[in-house]
Nanobody
Framework: QVQLVESGGGLVQAGGSLRLSCVASGRTSYVMGWFRQAPGKEREFVGAISSRGGITYYTDSVKGRFTISRDSAKNTVYLQMINLKPEDTAVYSC?????????????????????WGQGTQVTVSS
């Protein structure tokens, strides 16, 4: 079992910044992904990071604005978000893929991930 604990969500004005954190239990590093879901919309892939943190992968809509990083010693993954827009408003969730060793195209598929955090609300006002 892997337990994920998220924090960092909140209310911010358009153009502002937030950093989300996700702490995973255990001593093993995994491929970690970030997803978001706005009311009435499907869950959307945001980005993912390799088990050692050397490779990241983002959806086009957040490239240049969002950055994923990790501190393996702390089992923590971060999502740094800058220049936030109202359309970024959503519940953001982190997820752990414990069955795949390498970051790849399947890392953008929600059903690739076995464990999920509780989600944290990000609201961006106009």
């Amino acid at each position: 079992q892997v337990q994920l604990v998220e924090s960092g969500g909140g209310l911010v004005q358009a153009g502002g910044s937030l950093r989300l954190s996700c702490v995973a239990s255990g001593r093993t590093s995994y491929v970690m992904g970030w997803f978001r879901q706005a009311p009435g919309k499907e869950r959307e892939f945001v980005g993912a990071i390799s088990s050692r943190g050397g490779i990241t992968y983002y959806t086009d809509s957040v490239k240049g604005r969002f950055t994923i990083s990790r501190d393996s010693a702390k089992n923590t993954v971060y999502l740094q978000m800058i220049n936030l827009k109202p359309e970024d408003t959503a519940v953001y969730s982190c997820a752990a893929d414990v069955s795949t060793l390498l970051l790849g195209p399947r890392s953008s598929w929600a059903n690739e991930y076995e464990y999920w955090g509780q989600g944290t609300q990000v609201t961006v006002s106009s």
